[in-house]
């Protein structure tokens, strides 16, 4: 099956610092791409939808200055967490959609961010 | 079932016995439905999917049940091992290929 790989799986930062993390689906172009955050025990949720070569689109809810994204080409995707705080640690999860016009969603492993 | 707070429900079986899992799901214009595992502190994990054109599939070892009716959706898995021990999350699109994904059940299977 198609692989997602994101970088860093885990990373510690102080508070006011920015975070930047990587998906990149390694065997497949991917023209859209999303980012999901996860609290413990609780469901995935959605942040946004990425888009090679055009903005993001974002949740309700969810700060677009704060959670950067940026789709530069058919295989990466970044989310840079601006000015981090400590209750923006959480599992940060990336999805690629397949292509092909499907829905199926091939997920990376995820990051676990910890602010202190 | 549903969670309430921070407790997701949980299903605690024995191993060698057929677990089901269920789902509730919301929006009646869902019209694809997936079964994710997802392991401690890793990505969810594809299991198997479904159609709203389909009642039933069947994969090795799983079957997906969809009621349309009821907006219920069910995850039959047979003969469950202790590698089978997880949180489920059912997630539906209705076309736009954004996932909306259910609250998860832990399953938590014993020797």
């Known amino acids: 099956g198609a692989v997602v790989s994101q970088h860093p799986s885990r990373v510690i930062c102080k508070s006011g610092t920015s975070v930047k993390i990587e998906c990149r689906s390694l065997?497949?172009?991917?023209?859209?791409m999303f980012w999901y955050r996860q609290f413990p025990k609780q469901s995935l949720m959605l942040m946004a939808t990425s888009n090679e070569g055009s903005k993001a689109t974002y949740e309700q809810g969810v700060e677009k200055d704060k959670f950067l994204i940026n789709h530069a080409s058919l295989t990466l995707s970044t989310l840079t967490v601006t000015s981090a705080h400590p209750e923006d640690s959480s599992f940060y999860i990336c999805s690629a959609l397949a292509p092909g016009g499907t829905d199926t969603q091939y997920f990376g492993p995820g990051t676990r961010l910890t602010v202190l | 079932g549903e969670s309430v707070g921070l407790h997701l429900p949980t299903l605690s079986v024995q191993e060698g016995d057929n677990s089901i899992i269920n789902c509730a799901y919301s929006n009646s214009a869902s019209d694809y439905f997936i079964w994710y595992k997802q392991e401690s502190g890793k990505g969810p994990q594809f299991i198997i999917d479904i159609r709203s054109n389909m009642d039933k599939r069947q994969g090795q070892r799983v079957t997906v049940l969809l009621n349309k009716t009821v907006k219920h959706l069910s995850l039959q898995i047979a003969a469950t091992q202790p590698g089978d021990s997880a949180v489920y999350f059912c997630?539906?699109?209705?076309?736009?290929?954004?996932?909306?994904f259910g609250k998860g059940t832990m399953l938590l299977v014993s020797p």
């Open positions: 065997d497949f172009q991917a023209t859209t």
């Open positions: 997630a539906e699109t209705s076309g736009y290929s954004t996932l909306t």
